[in-house]
């Protein structure tokens, strides 16, 4: 079955810093992978998507690519924000519409100013 | 916003008790997805349904029901309630033949 390894947190960063989370896949086909972020005290927002290999989502400044070769979709940012504290989901799914949509465990990022 | 309407946002009931959670999904989407999120256990998947039929099922537990109806919002129901169904529970759509989910902000439920 589909399952995602994500980055332990938690983690926590000076504003500016660079960050990078990990997330790892295994799927069947060619799955879609996403990056989910829940800001304290609220819901799931999709932050960005890629759907094929070598594709990059971008979003408020977040990046992440789809490499196939490494099954990976690292989340990475060049400068961090206190705004951007939160916990963030790596998640994937293979078919739409058949099947659920896996989560990652989340990683807390928390950043100091 | 994301489009995905649930209600209530929060709620707080008692031990054996029964609650019914409500899902409007983004207009023209077809899939509707539950998902319990607690401390302990993360996001936890609990069922999908497509265009009223039940398509996916997780770790739903046997007190927990689910329904899409023909206007496409979907209903969770939570009976016999105990402590641990204290969560915040998610309800999430996608188009038909699209490539995300968006979810609704949550029904924070709270078994006293």
């Known amino acids: 079955g589909n399952s995602v390894t994500q980055m332990e947190g938690p983690v926590t960063l000076s504003e500016e810093a660079f960050l990078t989370i990990n997330c790892t896949y295994t799927?069947?086909?060619?799955?879609?992978l996403f990056w989910y972020v829940q800001y304290p005290g609220e819901g799931l927002q999709l932050l960005l998507k890629?759907?094929?290999?070598?594709d990059k989502g971008s979003n408020k400044g977040f990046e992440a690519t789809y490499r196939k070769e490494t099954t990976s979709f690292h989340l990475e940012k060049g400068s961090v924000q206190v705004s951007d504290s939160a916990v963030y989901f790596c998640?994937?799914?293979?078919?739409?519409?058949?099947?659920?949509?896996?989560f990652g465990t989340g990683t807390r990022l928390t950043i100091i100013p | 916003d994301s489009g995905v309407t649930q209600t209530p946002k929060h709620l707080i009931t008692a031990t054996g008790q029964r609650v019914t959670l409500r899902c409007s999904p983004r207009?023209?989407?077809?899939?509707v997805y539950w998902y319990q999120q607690s401390l302990d256990q993360g996001l936890q998947f609990l069922i999908q349904?497509?265009?009223?039929?039940?398509?996916a099922k997780g770790n739903i537990l046997e007190r927990f029901s689910a329904q899409q109806f023909p206007d496409l919002h979907s209903e969770l129901n939570l009976s016999s309630l105990e402590l641990g169904d204290s969560a915040l529970y998610f309800c999430?759509?996608?188009?038909?033949?699209?490539?995300?989910?968006?979810f609704g902000e949550g029904s924070w439920l709270t078994v006293v």
């Open positions: 999430a759509s996608s188009p038909p033949g699209g490539n995300t989910i968006y």
């Open positions: 799927a069947t086909g060619y799955p879609s």
């Open positions: 890629a759907t094929k290999a070598d």
């Open positions: 998640a994937l799914i293979s078919n739409f519409g058949n099947e659920k949509l896996t």
């Open positions: 207009s023209g989407d077809l899939s």
């Open positions: 349904y497509y265009n009223g039929e039940e398509r």
